[in-house]
């Protein structure tokens, strides 16, 4: 059994989309240390847009971009994910198909923020419990049930404090690309929440400011599908 963070980010601010810069490996160099001292076994690069193409010394680097669609953010992971994408310009479709071209992952990041992604018909591998919100788990739960696919843990970390909050157990006999994307279609994951007061006290934080901002959902059903309103989550988080 392998731990990884599939939903991680090399600079501390938004901007500069679509293309690296210089920060980047410094990045992620800090995202190595802090995965390294929480236990992790390997974390995914998955900046807005771009593939940064960088590997760290201590864990394993497992490829990834989470890509900006028409309708909210999907994260692609594997061997060959794309090296960038224009922000916007492509829908959930394509993206999925663009995937299974390169033998990736796609997994529907934070589904409970600015996103639509959720009620798209269309063959995810995976949906993710996101670290900065684990409250809406019973929410995820419930489209992982709904459309019979895996749960996966990322924490979304824009800051290397944040890596590790939210993770994935992925029961696999090595650790490679391959193997984690093996995995998750395998339903062979499983998404756990870190207990560390820090994580905690940061994912509180972003519940007032992303309620501030108003981009935060409760969801309501009919038979099958989810509506968007305009709170947060209230189901616990698991444990470590």
């Not at 033998?103 to 670290?131: K, Q, W, Y």
Request: proline residues 8%; aromatic residues 6%.
């Amino acid at each position: 059994m392998f731990t990884l963070d599939l939903h991680t980010h090399s600079r501390f601010f938004h901007g500069f989309e679509s293309r690296p810069t210089a920060f980047d490996p410094v990045g992620a160099r800090l995202i190595d240390a802090v995965a390294r001292g929480h236990g992790l076994d390997g974390v995914a690069l998955t900046n807005h847009d771009y593939n940064p193409d960088l590997s760290f010394d201590g864990i394993v680097t497992i490829p990834g971009i989470e890509i900006s669609t028409t309708q909210g953010h999907v994260l692609v992971i594997g061997a060959d994910p794309p090296t960038a994408t224009d922000p916007g310009a492509m829908t959930p479709e394509a993206v999925i198909d663009l995937a299974a071209e390169r033998d990736c992952a796609t997994i529907i990041a934070h589904p409970f923020r600015d996103s639509t992604v959720r009620g798209v018909d269309a063959p995810f591998d995976a949906v993710e419990l996101n670290g900065k919100h684990p409250r809406n788990r019973a929410f995820v739960e419930r489209i992982a049930r709904e459309r019979e696919i895996p749960i996966v843990g990322g924490s979304d970390a824009h800051y290397p404090v944040e890596v590790g909050r939210a993770y994935t157990a992925v029961d696999a006999d090595e650790l490679t690309p391959a193997s984690v994307v093996a995995a998750i279609r395998d339903g062979r994951v499983e998404a756990r929440i870190s207990e560390w007061p820090p994580h905690d006290l940061l994912r509180r934080v972003y519940r007032r400011l992303h309620r501030s901002k108003g981009v935060l959902e409760t969801p309501t059903w009919d038979s099958e599908h989810t509506d968007r309103t305009a709170s947060d989550g209230t189901s616990g988080p698991n444990s470590r």
